[in-house]
């Protein structure tokens, strides 16, 4: 009697946390994102493409992300020190395509940046990426 009392309580608890679990996977949570950041990974850019801009001494960096996110670069001519910002004037708003001109740039001068996705920079390996207007 006591062993099918136990099996039974046992199976009612193993059932009820399978459940909680399951529903921990497939439903948002109380902040709004998913567990498994499926939205945080529609927002990796891909494409990335930089070329030179219409305007002298202007460079061009366009990207695109599978979901609408917001989107802007950071800059700057030393690979830790990104402390320039270039912000989507194209599509202020969330956007499946993104693109942002960087000016008054020098011509010999090595540029480092990385593309901000929903508030997290993407680069090479975790690393920024680089350019320079004399290469393209």
Request: charged residues 25%.
């Amino acid at each position: 009697m006591k062993r099918s009392r136990l099996f039974v309580i046992t199976g009612f608890l193993g059932l009820f946390i399978v459940g909680i679990a399951t529903t921990l996977l497939f439903v948002r949570n109380t902040f709004g994102s998913d567990i498994l950041a499926t939205e945080k990974k529609d927002c990796v850019p891909y494409n990335i493409f930089v070329e030179k801009g219409e305007q002298e001494y202007s460079v061009k960096v366009s990207w695109s992300t599978k979901k609408e996110c917001l989107g802007f670069v950071q800059y700057g001519s030393q690979r830790d020190s990104l402390n320039l910002v270039v912000v989507d004037q194209k599509n202020k708003v969330k956007a499946k395509t993104h693109e942002v001109v960087i000016e008054k740039l020098l011509t010999t001068q090595k540029y480092y940046f990385l593309v901000n996705s929903d508030d997290i920079a993407y680069g090479y390996n975790g690393t920024a990426l680089d350019f320079s207007i004399k290469d393209l």
